[in-house]
């Protein structure tokens, strides 16, 4: 009998690998599984490659002009940095601030009031916004028919130079999924990697950060993947109500995605409609800018209460996030 | 080893053959029918509306998705395609016909559907086919499938060129919209479903609602007329 679970633990291990490609994706030590489901997107270097020029090119607008990198830049962690709020085709002002991508395996929701529920599905959103790309999945499925590249592009990923909707659109989440920050400071501390300590303001900021901010910025992906309302007054010019509009639940009124805030020191401006520029800013908000409603996140409700120091110690805890490898990956360009 | 293989071929042809025949012998047809007031839609013709003013109606648009066919038998499941999930778009008439390739030959007594597509196969992302969204059947910007497409112009409509839009669709838990839909039938090689639109249409009430576009209670609330507007053919 033993020896059977041995055999069937096994199997189940052995299964739950070869699921993802190792070599292409690999779950980092201290991360949980992925939930993206790999089976259903097995993936390629051929696909990534696609997926990646996809991403670069700004034949998925209407007039040519706009790639998904224009507003996710690989330098600052894929986030649009300098830009509250992002501009698209015909220097169009979009309403809320465009989200540095990392991690994105690991998440469930998309975008800042989770209207997207899969990965494969996101890529669609900014195609089709009026104020982003402007253009159809249709009409992009025509324009890579009538392009020689990509018709090798699509033969060396498939094995035909079948173009569709699915295709395009997963070959763009094969390039995303493997866009993993997992190398900072802090996982290299975390990993107990050699000569990786950190310093006596980072340690006091760390015990800061679990204190007051770990409640929603759950380690390790430093999000809990839920939606919370931070206390931010509503901005009467742009009436941003968040996630209530995709839910219809009173609960989700005022109410965003919690961001990562892994790479943090390079992704500023901050917040859903990218209201502060620094981290400063942010900690202020918390401990003296928030704003009461009925669906303030309980986290929120006790005021918190910083020290200067501790406040600094934070910030540089907060920098121990940032993942140069990441940032400077060669393989994302 | 060479003669094996030559009787090993003999008889995969041979089962093939049989299996083949068999599937044309027992192929189920099923036919959608659009109709308003019992005349075959046609889009972009002008119908009109049975009420005191006669308005008139043009539909330019219908499509929707049928999935999960099975077929029953005295209650009991006879029948179940996989992958069950068709497109019927009026704007490419031959997908309003559907072929169940069935294998042996079975009794059955009623047929059931999904209007639309289940949750599970929503969250499991985008699909091929007739579920890739190149289609224009997936929601953009909320994303998910849309169940139903119901677009055109009456002049019962005080919108900007006369324009109604039926978008339906919603998978998560309040705004679920799909519908199972079952009927009893008796003819056992074609079926054909007639699908009175006008009985949708005077039941929405056009005049106040025309334009339903996001997964809504109101997405719910007509998702369920319009399971009551599919009927066996006599």
Same mark, same amino acid.
């Given at each position: 009998?033993?020896?059977?679970?041995?055999?069937?633990?096994?199997?189940?291990?052995?299964?739950?690998?070869?699921?993802?490609?190792?070599?292409?994706?690999? +779950?980092?030590?201290?991360?949980?599984?992925?939930?993206?489901?790999?089976?259903?997107?097995?993936?390629?270097?051929?696909?990534?490659?696609?997926?990646?020029?996809?991403?670069?090119?700004?034949?998925?607008?209407?007039?040519?002009?706009?790639?998904?990198?224009?507003?996710?830049?690989?330098?600052?962690?894929?986030?649009?940095?300098?830009?509250?709020?992002?501009?698209?085709?015909?220097?169009?002002?979009?309403?809320?601030?465009?989200?540095?991508?990392?991690?994105?395996?690991?998440?469930?929701?998309?975008?800042?009031?989770?209207?997207?529920?899969?990965?494969?599905?996101?890529?669609?959103?900014?195609?089709?916004?009026?104020?982003?790309?402007?253009?159809?999945?249709?009409?992009?499925?025509?324009?890579?028919?009538?392009?020689?590249?990509?018709?090798?592009?699509?033969?060396?990923?498939?094995?035909?130079?079948?173009?569709?909707?699915?295709?395009?659109?997963?070959?763009?989440?094969?390039?995303?999924?493997?866009? +993993?920050?997992?190398?900072?400071?802090?996982?290299?501390?975390?990993?107990?990697?050699?000569?990786?300590?950190?310093?006596?303001?980072?340690?006091?900021?760390?015990?800061?950060?679990?204190?007051?901010?770990?409640?929603?910025?759950?380690?390790?992906?430093?999000?809990?993947?839920?939606?919370?309302?931070?206390?931010?007054?509503?901005?009467?010019?742009?009436?941003? +109500?968040?996630?209530?509009?995709?839910?219809?639940?009173?609960?989700?009124?005022?109410?965003?995605?919690?961001?990562?805030?892994?790479?943090?020191?390079?992704?500023?401006?901050?917040?859903?409609?990218?209201?502060?520029?620094?981290?400063?800013?942010?900690?202020?908000?918390?401990? =003296?800018?928030?704003?009461?409603?009925?669906?303030?996140?309980?986290?929120?409700?006790?005021?918190?209460?910083?020290?200067?120091?501790?406040?600094?110690?934070?910030?540089?805890?907060?920098?121990?996030?940032?993942?140069?490898?990441?940032?400077?990956?060669?393989?994302?360009? | 080893?060479?003669?094996?293989?030559?009787?090993?071929?003999?008889?995969?042809?041979?089962?093939?053959?049989? +299996?083949?025949?068999?599937?044309?012998?027992?192929?189920?047809?099923?036919?959608?029918?659009?109709?308003?007031?019992?005349?075959?839609?046609?889009?972009?013709?002008?119908?009109?509306?049975?009420?005191?003013?006669?308005?008139?109606?043009?539909?330019? =648009?219908?499509?929707?998705?049928?999935?999960?066919?099975?077929?029953?038998?005295?209650?009991?499941?006879?029948?179940?395609?996989?992958?069950?999930?068709?497109?019927?778009?009026?704007?490419?008439?031959?997908?309003?016909?559907?072929?169940?390739?069935?294998?042996?030959?079975?009794?059955?007594?009623?047929?059931?559907?999904?209007?639309?597509?289940?949750?599970?196969?929503?969250?499991?992302?985008?699909?091929?086919?007739?579920?890739?969204?190149?289609?224009?059947?997936?929601?953009?910007?909320?994303?998910?499938?849309?169940?139903?497409?119901?677009?055109?112009?009456?002049?019962?409509?005080?919108?900007?060129?006369?324009?109604?839009?039926?978008?339906?669709?919603?998978?998560?838990?309040?705004?679920?919209?799909?519908?199972?839909?079952?009927?009893?039938?008796?003819?056992?090689?074609?079926?054909?479903?007639?699908?009175?639109?006008?009985?949708?249409?005077?039941?929405?009430?056009?005049?106040?609602?025309?334009?339903?576009?996001?997964?809504?209670?109101?997405?719910?609330?007509?998702?369920?007329?319009?399971?009551?507007?599919?009927?066996?053919?006599?």
């Amino acid at each position: 009998m033993k020896k059977f679970t041995i055999i069937v633990l096994v199997i189940v291990l052995i299964c739950g690998f070869t699921q993802i490609n190792d070599r292409l994706f690999i +779950v980092p030590a201290n991360f949980p599984e992925p939930a993206y489901n790999f089976t259903n997107n097995e993936l390629s270097e051929p696909k990534i490659l696609l997926g990646k020029t996809l991403f670069y090119d700004p034949v998925l607008s209407r007039d040519n002009s706009t790639a998904c990198s224009s507003c996710h830049l690989s330098y600052t962690g894929f986030a649009h940095t300098d830009h509250a709020l992002s501009h698209g085709i015909d220097n169009k002002i979009g309403i809320r601030n465009s989200p540095a991508l990392m991690n994105l395996a690991w998440s469930k929701f998309f975008m800042w009031d989770g209207a997207i529920h899969h990965l494969d599905a996101q890529a669609l959103a900014p195609i089709t916004n009026p104020l982003e790309m402007d253009e159809s999945l249709e009409n992009v499925v025509h324009k890579l028919q009538s392009s020689s590249k990509y018709k090798t592009l699509f033969t060396n990923a498939f094995g035909d130079s079948n173009i569709t909707g699915e295709r395009t659109l997963k070959s763009i989440s094969q390039f995303l999924v493997t866009l +993993v920050s997992a190398n900072s400071k802090y996982d290299k501390v975390m990993r107990k990697e050699e000569g990786f300590t950190f310093t006596e303001s980072e340690t006091k900021g760390y015990t800061v950060f679990k204190q007051n901010c770990a409640g929603c910025h759950k380690e390790p992906l430093f999000t809990n993947n839920d939606f919370e309302n931070n206390g931010l007054a509503p901005d009467t010019t742009l009436n941003d +109500v968040g996630r209530i509009k995709i839910t219809g639940k009173q609960k989700d009124n005022y109410t965003f995605k919690v961001p990562t805030l892994r790479n943090c020191e390079v992704t500023y401006p901050y917040m859903h409609d990218g209201r502060f520029n620094s981290l400063q800013m942010v900690l202020f908000h918390y401990t =003296n800018g928030i704003y009461p409603s009925a669906t303030l996140a309980k986290q929120l409700k006790k005021k918190i209460v910083l020290s200067e120091d501790e406040k600094s110690c934070l910030i540089l805890f907060l920098k121990t996030l940032t993942d140069e490898d990441f940032l400077r990956n060669e393989k994302f360009r | 080893m060479k003669l094996l293989l030559r009787i090993l071929y003999i008889v995969s042809f041979v089962s093939l053959r049989c +299996v083949s025949n068999a599937q044309n012998n027992d192929t189920v047809n099923i036919e959608f029918k659009a109709l308003f007031n019992h005349k075959v839609l046609q889009l972009d013709s002008t119908f009109f509306l049975s009420n005191q003013n006669n308005d008139s109606i043009v539909f330019t =648009n219908f499509k929707f998705y049928i999935s999960n066919i099975k077929l029953i038998n005295n209650n009991r499941l006879v029948y179940q395609e996989n992958n069950s999930h068709h497109l019927v778009n009026y704007k490419q008439i031959e997908t309003a016909k559907l072929r169940l390739p069935i294998i042996h030959p079975i009794d059955y007594d009623a047929v059931e559907f999904d209007l639309g597509i289940d949750s599970l196969t929503n969250s499991n992302g985008i699909g091929s086919n007739d579920l890739d969204p190149l289609r224009g059947m997936y929601w953009a910007w909320h994303s998910g499938y849309i169940n139903l497409k119901l677009e055109g112009r009456s002049s019962l409509c005080k919108t900007r060129n006369n324009a109604f839009e039926f978008h339906l669709g919603g998978f998560l838990n309040n705004f679920y919209s799909l519908q199972t839909i079952r009927l009893n039938v008796n003819n056992k090689k074609n079926i054909i479903i007639d699908i009175a639109i006008d009985k949708f249409i005077s039941n929405v009430n056009l005049k106040n609602v025309n334009h339903i576009m996001t997964p809504s209670k109101e997405a719910v609330f007509l998702s369920k007329i319009a399971a009551t507007i599919f009927s066996i053919n006599q």
